[in-house]
């Protein structure tokens, strides 16, 4: 399984599953295997968790350079581009 295909709502279910199968009792290393994530990822996680309780497990968008132009800016180019 490959999260990285996931939409951010079942990346997010998927990630409050596995810190609330932690918080249940299961061992870490079921956690992984039925879930099919990594243990690392499931440890920074558990460790997003226990910073930023359950809001700390919602999948953002995807990172990338932020642009330099302003709305004002991206609307005159809009307008001069497609017209």
Excluded: C
Excluded at 36 to 43: A, K, P
Aim: hydrophobic share 30%; charged share 30%.
């Amino acid at each position: 399984m490959d999260a990285r295909n996931f939409d951010y709502k079942t990346l997010t279910e998927l990630r409050k599953r596995s810190v609330g199968s932690l918080q249940e009792g299961q061992s870490p290393e079921i956690v992984v295997k039925a879930l099919g994530i990594n243990r690392g990822t499931m440890y920074r996680l558990f460790s997003r968790y226990r910073q930023g309780g359950r809001h700390g497990l919602d999948a953002n968008t995807r990172g990338g350079k932020k642009t330099k132009l302003d709305d004002k800016a991206m609307r005159w180019m809009y307008k001069t581009i497609i017209g």
